[in-house]
């Protein structure tokens, strides 16, 4: 692989539930003890590259670390642990201006746009706080960013509150797009929408992928979405990677147990009637997150090793799996 | 795609704006307050044209006009519909003067205290943390004094006059203002769009001014409404007591404390009429701000 435009290297990110004062004098009175803090590791010892140009899924159950991962990498939030580098630059030291290379697409449009705020307005706010293209040039600019994302320019004089869902979200990918990104995170960005309108906002999503060279991160909890649009697909457990490949072969093929429950638990188009195998128990409290492999009380495989020590992260083949049991 | 999209801007009707309108004409009370309130901004700004007397020149009064009830006619011919003074002064005339004062103060003090309450409540909710509580903190001290008492020694100490009697209204009620923007900014914060925003790379100062403010305004309004009304009517309490605008510029508090030792002797009409104009002018702004929170709570809103 050429030079990685990103690279994530064991990244993590927890999130303290701070004792309220009450909670901690009560505490103090009764035990004499200061209450234990209760942390949740998000993201836990994350690493992955990402070539430019290439789509990677990421890919898990709600909770489970997706789109913390998606605001670390844009800056939204801080890692406490690893480090991000793009093009060989670590992100925190990175001036503002280099990182508008990163953009987002948010799950909710509706929710990502300003209510208060004329559509065509907000696309163009920020190629003009930045200079992207030369005043005089906004205009065109702006012609050509909508007909790219097949919006009706009659549209950017509406607020966000008076176009369809479909539109409102190739309107959250322009704003995007207007800056001239090399690299979009998608947040799932077609969870909010209509299955009939989901597959349009995907097809333009590839189409401007392959127009533009874009790369992209594409959260998702629809398998074949990401089977479609990416190359390569990463599978998160309770803010662990436990598999990444080829996404093709991992989904084909999956060699973690986690990720072949989720393939089957994926509804597919068959004309037999089948049955709906969901995976057992619930996702464990990321609170208290169970010793061993985090999927271990799940796992029909398990062993007493998955049940003592957590399995790191090998090569199996080309992809990487963090397994003691491989499928 | 869209062929059938009329190549126009959106009617008024589906603005932002448009929708309030129409929502705030739906219910008659709210309609009843606006014109009330509108007749209350027009008497006011234009009382010198409207006043059958300047009631503060001294050479147009006639002390043989002097305790006249309501509906006489004075030595000129003329007639005093709301009766006169010990003076002789228009009572209906010291009364739209009279507006003039308690509007221009009422307003002035609630705008003021609106932009002072907007920074700092949205400092508080931006910036957070140390910042978010000291300033809160100073906010809750100043809720915990009774409005009257504050504004009372700040007079005392400040002495009398228009512009230190809106001081003290503006330091009264800036803090209100702090303290919803406060609330409402946080929720506001906390949404993807403002997220969005920061992806975008934009300036604090632009995600404040140009996103946070903007969506925090509308509830707001309905405060400044009510503000201006209880602005009012404290201004009149100042001025019933004694300590509030210069006899110079009469408010209708003071012509109702005027007119106060009066009732006794049966001139009911010095006191009453400003006394309804005010309560007027009152109800008309809680009205409109009451249907405005209505219309602009989405919970309350109809469909």
């Given at each position: 692989?050429?030079?990685?435009?990103?690279?994530?290297?064991?990244?993590?990110?927890?999130?303290?539930?701070?004792?309220?004062?009450?909670?901690?004098?009560?505490?103090?009175?009764?035990?004499?003890?200061?209450?234990?803090?209760?942390?949740?590791?998000?993201?836990?010892?994350?690493?992955?590259?990402?070539?430019?140009?290439?789509?990677?899924?990421?890919?898990?159950?709600?909770?489970?670390?997706?789109?913390?991962?998606?605001?670390?990498?844009?800056?939204?939030?801080?890692?406490?642990?690893?480090?991000?580098?793009?093009?060989?630059?670590?992100?925190?030291?990175?001036?503002?201006?280099?990182?508008?290379?990163?953009?987002?697409?948010?799950?909710?449009?509706?929710?990502?746009?300003?209510?208060?705020?004329?559509?065509?307005?907000?696309?163009?706010?920020?190629?003009?706080?930045?200079?992207?293209?030369?005043?005089?040039?906004?205009?065109?600019?702006?012609?050509?960013?909508?007909?790219?994302?097949?919006?009706?320019?009659?549209?950017?004089?509406?607020?966000?509150?008076?176009?369809?869902?479909?539109?409102?979200?190739?309107?959250?990918?322009?704003?995007?797009?207007?800056?001239?990104?090399?690299?979009?995170?998608?947040?799932?960005?077609?969870?909010?929408?209509?299955?009939?309108?989901?597959?349009?906002?995907?097809?333009?999503?590839?189409?401007?992928?392959?127009?533009?060279?874009?790369?992209?991160?594409?959260?998702?909890?629809?398998?074949?979405?990401?089977?479609?649009?990416?190359?390569?697909?990463?599978?998160?457990?309770?803010?662990?990677?436990?598999?990444?490949?080829?996404?093709?072969?991992?989904?084909?093929?999956?060699?973690?147990?986690?990720?072949?429950?989720?393939?089957?638990?994926?509804?597919?188009?068959?004309?037999?009637?089948?049955?709906?195998?969901?995976?057992?128990?619930?996702?464990?409290?990321?609170?208290?997150?169970?010793?061993?492999?985090?999927?271990?009380?799940?796992?029909?495989?398990?062993?007493?090793?998955?049940?003592?020590?957590?399995?790191?992260?090998?090569?199996?083949?080309?992809?990487?799996?963090?397994?003691?049991?491989?499928? | 795609?869209?062929?059938?999209?009329?190549?126009?801007?959106?009617?008024?009707?589906?603005?932002?704006?448009?929708?309030?309108?129409?929502?705030?004409?739906?219910?008659?009370?709210?309609?009843?307050?606006?014109?009330?309130?509108?007749?209350?901004?027009?008497?006011?700004?234009?009382?010198?044209?409207?006043?059958?007397?300047?009631?503060?020149?001294?050479?147009?009064?006639?002390?043989?006009?002097?305790?006249?009830?309501?509906?006489?006619?004075?030595?000129?011919?003329?007639?005093?519909?709301?009766?006169?003074?010990?003076?002789?002064?228009?009572?209906?005339?010291?009364?739209?003067?009279?507006?003039?004062?308690?509007?221009?103060?009422?307003?002035?003090?609630?705008?003021?205290?609106?932009?002072?309450?907007?920074?700092?409540?949205?400092?508080?909710?931006?910036?957070?943390?140390?910042?978010?509580?000291?300033?809160?903190?100073?906010?809750?001290?100043?809720?915990?004094?009774?409005?009257?008492?504050?504004?009372?020694?700040?007079?005392?100490?400040?002495?009398?006059?228009?512009?230190?009697?809106?001081?003290?209204?503006?330091a009264v009620q800036w803090a209100y203002y702090a303290r919803t923007i406060r609330g409402l900014a946080l929720v506001e914060k906390g949404r993807e769009y403002i997220e969005a925003t920061h992806v975008?790379?934009?300036?604090?100062?632009?995600?404040?001014?140009?996103?946070?403010?903007?969506?925090?305004?509308?509830?707001?309004?309905?405060?400044?409404?009510?503000?201006?009304?209880?602005?009012?009517?404290?201004?009149?309490?100042?001025?019933?007591?004694?300590?509030g605008l210069p006899l110079t510029e009469p408010s209708l508090g003071q012509q109702i404390a005027n007119g106060y030792g009066y009732m006794q002797a049966g001139r009911y009409w010095l006191s009453i009429?400003?006394?309804?104009?005010?309560?007027?002018?009152?109800?008309?702004?809680?009205?409109?701000?009451?249907?405005?929170?209505?219309?602009?709570?989405?919970?309350?809103?109809?469909?």
């Amino acid at each position: 692989m050429t030079a990685p435009l990103l690279s994530v290297r064991n990244l993590g990110r927890k999130f303290v539930q701070k004792p309220s004062a009450v909670a901690v004098a009560a505490s103090l009175l009764t035990t004499g003890k200061r209450p234990v803090q209760k942390a949740v590791r998000a993201v836990n010892d994350i690493s992955f590259d990402l070539g430019p140009g290439e789509a990677l899924g990421l890919v898990g159950e709600s909770g489970c670390g997706k789109s913390t991962v998606a605001r670390l990498i844009t800056g939204l939030i801080t890692p406490d642990q690893g480090a991000i580098t793009y093009k060989g630059e670590t992100l925190a030291a990175m001036a503002r201006k280099d990182r508008l290379k990163i953009q987002m697409v948010f799950q909710d449009p509706l929710g990502s746009l300003d209510p208060r705020m004329r559509l065509g307005d907000q696309i163009a706010e920020g190629v003009r706080v930045h200079n992207i293209v030369p005043a005089a040039e906004l205009k065109d600019y702006l012609a050509g960013i909508f007909a790219d994302c097949g919006i009706d320019p009659v549209l950017a004089q509406r607020y966000p509150h008076q176009v369809s869902g479909g539109q409102r979200q190739r309107f959250g990918i322009a704003r995007a797009l207007a800056m001239k990104p090399d690299l979009v995170i998608c947040d799932e960005p077609v969870a909010a929408l209509d299955v009939s309108i989901q597959a349009q906002v995907i097809n333009l999503l590839a189409r401007l992928r392959r127009e533009r060279g874009l790369s992209y991160i594409f959260i998702s909890h629809d398998l074949n979405v990401v089977r479609h649009l990416c190359d390569r697909v990463a599978v998160m457990y309770l803010g662990k990677l436990i598999e990444i490949g080829d996404a093709a072969e991992v989904l084909s093929d999956p060699r973690h147990p986690y990720t072949s429950a989720l393939g089957d638990a994926a509804p597919r188009v068959t004309l037999d009637a089948q049955e709906f195998r969901a995976i057992k128990g619930e996702i464990p409290s990321p609170l208290n997150p169970p010793k061993g492999c985090f999927f271990n009380p799940r796992c029909s495989l398990a062993t007493d090793l998955c049940r003592s020590e957590a399995p790191e992260l090998r090569d199996l083949g080309a992809r990487k799996v963090a397994c003691h049991t491989p499928l | 795609m869209s062929g059938n999209i009329p190549v126009t801007k959106p009617p008024f009707s589906q603005t932002p704006m448009g929708e309030l309108v129409s929502d705030f004409t739906a219910n008659p009370f709210a309609v009843l307050g606006f014109f009330g309130l509108l007749a209350v901004i027009i008497c006011a700004i234009f009382a010198p044209y409207i006043a059958p007397q300047n009631p503060y020149d001294l050479m147009t009064l006639d002390f043989m006009d002097g305790n006249l009830p309501p509906g006489s006619t004075g030595g000129m011919g003329q007639v005093f519909m709301l009766g006169t003074d010990d003076q002789g002064r228009d009572v209906w005339s010291s009364i739209l003067y009279g507006l003039r004062t308690s509007l221009a103060v009422g307003a002035a003090s609630a705008f003021i205290a609106f932009g002072i309450g907007c920074i700092v409540g949205l400092i508080a909710a931006y910036a957070g943390g140390l910042t978010d509580t000291l300033i809160m903190r100073l906010v809750e001290l100043q809720l915990s004094f009774p409005a009257i008492l504050i504004a009372m020694i700040l007079v005392a100490v400040l002495g009398q006059g228009t512009d230190k009697i809106i001081l003290a209204l503006v330091a009264v009620q800036w803090a209100y203002y702090a303290r919803t923007i406060r609330g409402l900014a946080l929720v506001e914060k906390g949404r993807e769009y403002i997220e969005a925003t920061h992806v975008l790379g934009f300036s604090h100062f632009r995600i404040v001014l140009r996103h946070l403010l903007p969506n925090c305004i509308p509830p707001l309004i309905v405060i400044v409404t009510m503000q201006v009304a209880s602005a009012i009517a404290l201004e009149a309490t100042l001025s019933f007591l004694g300590i509030g605008l210069p006899l110079t510029e009469p408010s209708l508090g003071q012509q109702i404390a005027n007119g106060y030792g009066y009732m006794q002797a049966g001139r009911y009409w010095l006191s009453i009429f400003p006394g309804v104009a005010l309560l007027f002018t009152i109800v008309s702004l809680n009205l409109v701000g009451d249907h405005l929170r209505d219309i602009l709570n989405p919970k309350t809103r109809r469909q």
